[in-house]
């Protein structure tokens, strides 16, 4: 909360006339304008999209000496001249026809001194709106170790508006910065910067825009003559050493590596042990209430539908946290930008550039927030099909499902006699390498075909080293966590209760029992049937049926049957015979094939969904192992009239080849169509995808079958 | 005179002209990149593309396709500051 500041308050003003000043937030990218958001008005009041384009829209509230202040944190941007959809919103909501965006009473433009020329080309833009404007020069504490210093009395008469230094991180400068934008929204505008494009000495016919800019940059030059200082430092130097290592071709690659490897394991191991209490709290609250609740339908809903969706849930959130903590460290301290440089000329041979490494990194956590990155793309073909190939990079939904069918199904073996390379870890690298690669290969059509057209520009600032403002990134790690629960989470609820339902329903023990009848009539007959062969193999057959039979006779064994027969005989289950036949070459049966379909909206619903669909009793409990309740549930099915286990290694590959393919998720599809502005690209990809997933899924456990 | 492409890391050039009128260039000026300034090539990325520039106290990097289009001067030759890295 703020400390000179008064707290904000969510009230009208006392007198209940006041209306709010509207504040501006401007800035190029880099400039430390999330740290200022937050250090002036701490968690936004509001955080979402501008309607019709997936611009984020940021906005909060404080109140400075009895006057009440909303800010709107607008897109980080270079040049007030709209070729993006930020830079569009931008202009729009500073000339107030931005639908649903109050009318503007002053622009704060940021200004990182340590770069003030090139800043400074937005301000000069700034001062042409006939807005109210206060330059917060931010960074200054930056710009003194680079020994620049910045005379911003002399800059403000130069300017005609307040120029306030502030280190928005030691919250320095906040109530100047405060009082001077009170003051200014009672002043009139200052006057718009006198720009000669004439003036430019130009033999090569370039354009208006271009003249415009070249005026800009030299009626900058005049600007900041005398203002700017720079004294020699040994700071500049340890930064260019810095740089020098972490983009030196070799040193470079082996830190992105070593950076990429680290972020990655850190999500896998250190997730876990808070994933695992998370799943041992939701699994003592369903043993609770199924001890405590009497046997139906009410009890069958909570453990079964509600409780295990919400279990579904949180369990992903110390990944998405921990993802999104590496993303904005890595972002604060610039190195995502290093990335992009780094990655540039792989990115480009696909038909991509370094911009789509950040958005396509995200979409590892999730295709959604990759997706929405999308818009620092500037060129629409580059972005579509950066958009098209996002949901291909293996998000935090298909994790849950390749870490339980690893840990369940591939044997923790070491591979090629290296005792620390085991085969689950294998396994499950060769899912996330499989999703780039599948992705390369379809941005690289893509770009030839579907989006032929020139190379399109790269230009990138790579900005300073610093450290990650901690409230910055604690923000963006909150905001994640909260949005994933907000949207995602809502929708697997409801999806595991709609699919506990349709997996329930219709209900008749009845029907059921009779099905558990013709069951029993069915073994005997078999068994009598292999009497008189005299085979090993039939002697073997005649012994599992018996079992089997014998198991029908226990009181277990006729739970788990009527279990079995509930659902075949459910909606769920007469949807799954139906896709039988599509699913059949996958190696899979009816039940996986239900779960497909039913983790259409989301999928890590798929696991939510067999744990239903298996319920097919206990297996042994005194296995320490196979403590999880699902992998127990996975590993005691069997095909149905057989005891042939259902989950194989090729089986169990089959499924997560699927999953790391395909368009299992709504909400992504429902992203794209509002990102692309046409439910056209949403289909595509959902059919693309769903093709791939299938002809892969096909390859692998045929391949499997016949090789293991 | 030569364009920006072929000025050697660690190099400092003058730009004299940015060649062409389409969206690319006005981005190039925007950011700084203006006749009569004078700017280090700092870098190159691994894989010799893109590369990395100095100027207006920031860093930038662009790829060698649109440094092309920047015609410069070399005017002096690289500081060994970075001799010990």
């Given at each position: ?10 009230t009208?003003s ?17 400039t430390?304008k ?11 009041t ?9 611009v984020?829209e940021?906005?909060?509230?404080f109140?400075?000496?009895s ?6 944190d ?16 931008a ?69 005609g ?6 280190i ?34 130009d ?25 700017v200082?720079?004294t ?22 082996f ?6 490897l ?5 999500i896998?191991w250190?997730?876990?042990p ?17 001890a ?73 956590a ?11 793309i ?26 339980l ?6 044997p ?24 780039v ?34 409230m ?33 329903y219709p ?6 029992d ?22 090993a ?21 006729l739970?788990?049957a ?13 949807a ?12 899979w ?19 939510g969904?067999?744990?239903v669909?298996?319920n097919l ?8 192992e ?26 169990a ?45 096909l390859l ?9 | ?13 003058r ?5 062409g ?37 920031y ?11 920047i ?15």
């Amino acid at each position: 909360m703020p400390s000179q500041l008064d707290p904000p308050t969510n009230t009208t003003s006392v007198d209940g006339q006041e209306t709010p000043l509207v504040v501006a937030l401007l800035g190029n990218p880099n400039t430390g304008k999330s740290t200022l958001f937050t250090a002036l008005a701490g968690i936004p009041t509001r955080v979402g999209n501008y309607p019709g384009v997936t611009v984020e829209e940021k906005r909060g509230q404080f109140t400075h000496q009895s006057s009440r202040i909303e800010l709107i944190d607008l897109p980080g941007i270079y040049s007030l001249i709209p070729r993006s959809p930020d830079e569009d919103v931008a202009m729009a909501v500073l000339e107030g026809r931005q639908e649903g965006s109050p009318k503007i009473d002053c622009v704060v433009v940021l200004a990182d001194a340590t770069s003030l020329e090139r800043n400074c080309y937005l301000v000069s833009q700034a001062l042409a709106l006939g807005l109210p404007v206060v330059v917060a020069l931010t960074l200054v504490d930056l710009a003194a170790d680079r020994g620049i210093s910045v005379d911003h009395a002399t800059l403000a008469s130069r300017l005609g508006c307040p120029v306030i230094p502030v280190i928005a991180p030691q919250r320095d400068g906040l109530a100047p910065l405060a009082d001077a934008i009170v003051a200014t929204t009672k002043q009139s505008p200052p006057a718009a910067p006198t720009i000669h494009p004439e003036q430019i000495d130009d033999p090569n016919g370039h354009s208006p825009a271009a003249l415009e800019a070249m005026a800009r940059y030299r009626w900058i030059e005049q600007l900041l003559d005398g203002v700017v200082k720079q004294t020699p430092t040994t700071r500049w130097s340890l930064e260019e050493r810095i740089d020098a290592v972490l983009t030196h071709r070799v040193a470079g690659t082996f830190v992105f590596i070593a950076v990429m490897l680290t972020v990655f394991s850190s999500i896998f191991w250190a997730a876990a042990p808070i994933m695992d209490l998370f799943s041992g709290a939701v699994d003592s609250v369903a043993g609770f209430l199924q001890a405590r609740l009497p046997e139906g339908a009410v009890r069958s809903l909570l453990v079964d539908g509600v409780v295990a969706g919400v279990g579904g849930v949180v369990v992903f959130l110390p990944q998405i946290a921990m993802l999104f903590l590496f993303v904005s460290i890595l972002e604060g301290c610039g190195y995502l930008a290093r990335a992009a440089y780094l990655m540039d000329r792989l990115l480009v041979g696909v038909g991509l550039s370094g911009r789509s490494f950040i958005p396509l990194l995200s979409s590892f956590a999730c295709a959604i927030p990759g997706i929405m990155a999308t818009r620092t793309i500037e060129n629409r073909r580059d972005r579509l099909v950066t958009i098209l190939v996002a949901p291909l990079m293996s998000c935090s939904a298909r994790l849950p499902v390749y870490v339980l069918l690893t840990a369940a199904f591939v044997p923790n073996t070491p591979v090629a006699g290296l005792p620390w390379l085991r085969l689950q870890a294998v396994v499950l690298a060769s899912m996330y390498a499989l999703g780039v690669v599948v992705a390369a290969i379809v941005a690289a059509i893509l770009s030839r075909t579907v989006f032929r057209g020139p190379p399109q520009p790269f230009v990138m600032e790579l900005p300073g080293w610093r450290w990650p403002q901690l409230m910055v990134v604690l923000e963006r790690v909150r905001e994640a966590c909260w949005s994933f629960l907000s949207a995602a989470g809502t929708l697997i609820v409801a999806v595991s209760i709609v699919v506990w339902a349709l997996a329930s329903y219709p209900y008749s023990i009845e029907a059921i029992d009779a099905e558990v009848a013709r069951e029993k009539v069915s073994l005997t007959e078999r068994v009598e049937s292999l009497a008189d062969d005299t085979s090993a193999a039939a002697a073997d057959l005649r012994e599992e049926l018996t079992d089997q039979l014998t198991l029908l006779n226990t009181e277990e064994g006729l739970e788990a049957a009527r279990r079995g027969a509930a659902s075949r005989q459910s909606f769920l289950g007469r949807a799954g015979r139906l896709i039988e036949p599509v699913v059949r070459p996958l190696g899979w049966d009816w039940r996986i094939g239900c779960a497909a379909i039913a983790s259409f909206p989301a999928r890590e619903v798929v696991l939510g969904t067999l744990g239903v669909i298996y319920n097919l009793g206990e297996v042994d409990p005194g296995e320490e192992e196979g403590s999880n309740m699902l992998i127990r549930r996975l590993r005691a099915a069997t095909w149905d009239g057989s005891n042939r286990p259902v989950f194989t290694l090729p089986v169990a590959l089959s499924i997560m080849v699927f999953f790391a393919l395909c368009a299992q998720c709504a909400s992504t599809l429902v992203v794209i169509g509002k990102e692309t502005g046409s439910w056209v690209w949403p289909l595509v990809t959902f059919s693309y995808m769903t093709g791939l997933a299938w002809i892969g899924a096909l390859l692998t456990y045929q391949l499997g079958t016949a090789l293991l | 005179m030569t364009s920006l492409d072929r000025v050697p890391v660690g190099f400092s050039a003058r730009v004299t002209r940015v060649v062409g009128d389409d969206p690319a260039t006005l981005r190039l000026l925007e950011m700084g990149l203006t006749p009569g300034l004078t700017l280090r090539v700092a870098g190159m990325a691994p894989l010799g593309d893109p590369i990395e520039l100095e100027l207006r106290g920031y860093r930038l990097s662009i790829r060698r396709r649109e440094a092309a289009r920047i015609e410069v001067e070399v005017v002096e030759t690289a500081q060994v500051a970075l001799a010990g890295v």
